[in-house]
């Protein structure tokens, strides 16, 4: 099974930038749908932007042009740039892979837009 472990979340003032870090301990080339998504207390986890088949990227919408995902093959991470940010993007962030039936998240990090 997978092992992902999240880093570079923390506060920022509105406006602001981040950049999230997801180290994965098995090869990104097996691993055909990975990405990000955040949760805040009392609500559902909402997907916040995914590469599938090592290509495909899908965002949601209320992110869509201020944020970016990407991924390092050689070193098995996976990225998620954060532009323009805003209060309601506070949240936790996980990332998260499947493969194979299986169905992985990371512990999650921490995101607070705060003035």
């Known amino acids: 099974q997978v092992q992902l472990v999240e880093s570079g979340g923390g506060t920022v003032q509105p406006g602001g930038s981040l950049r999230l870090s997801c180290a994965a301990s098995?090869?990104?080339?097996?691993?055909?749908?990975i990405g990000w998504f955040r949760q805040v207390p009392g609500k559902t986890r909402e997907k916040v932007a995914v590469?599938?088949?090592?290509?495909?990227?899908t965002y949601a919408d209320s992110v869509r042009g201020r944020f970016g995902i990407s991924r390092d093959t050689a070193k098995n991470m996976v990225y998620l740039q954060m532009n323009s940010l805003k209060p309601e993007d506070t949240a936790v962030y996980y990332c998260?892979?499947?493969?194979?039936?299986?169905?992985?998240w990371g512990q999650g990090t921490q995101v607070t837009v705060s003035s």
């Open positions: 590469i599938a088949s090592g290509t495909y990227t």
């Open positions: 098995r090869s990104l080339s097996s691993i055909p749908y």
């Open positions: 998260n892979a499947r493969y194979s039936g299986s169905n992985t």
